[in-house]
């Protein structure tokens, strides 16, 4: 079992990333997926989370409006849509996936001037 995440880096006050997580070693299509984060000296926190259909997801409060989780089980991943990025969004960011207890290496989103 394994998450790969991509699509973290380097953007400016309100700009936008995509980030992507690829699955592999077990039946994507059957499992809920989410994507966390950790700021530096802070708790890791969720940020959204899909079930296994697409067809509901939950979002943190400090997220919704700017962010999108959704996935392509042809492809299995998933990915997280980032909007109207704020310098408080900067952390790394991990793929999860909670009933699998697996979880990716995490990719850095840093949003800074």
């Known amino acids: 079992v394994q998450l790969v995440e991509s699509g973290g880096g380097l953007v400016q006050p309100g700009g936008s990333l995509r980030l992507s997580c690829a699955a592999s070693?077990?039946?994507?299509?059957?499992?809920?997926m989410s994507w966390y984060r950790q700021a530096p000296g802070k708790e890791r926190e969720l940020v959204a989370s899909?079930?296994?259909?697409?067809?509901?997801?939950i979002y943190a409060d400090s997220v919704k409006g700017r962010f999108t989780i959704s996935r392509d089980n042809a492809k299995n991943t998933v990915y997280l849509q980032m909007n109207s990025l704020q310098p408080e969004d900067t952390a790394v960011y991990y793929c999860?996936?909670?009933?699998?207890?697996?979880w990716g290496q995490g990719t850095q989103v840093t949003v800074s001037s």
């Open positions: 999860a996936c909670r009933r699998k207890g697996t």
């Open positions: 070693g077990f039946t994507f299509s059957s499992y809920g």
């Open positions: 899909i079930s296994n259909s697409g067809g509901s997801t």
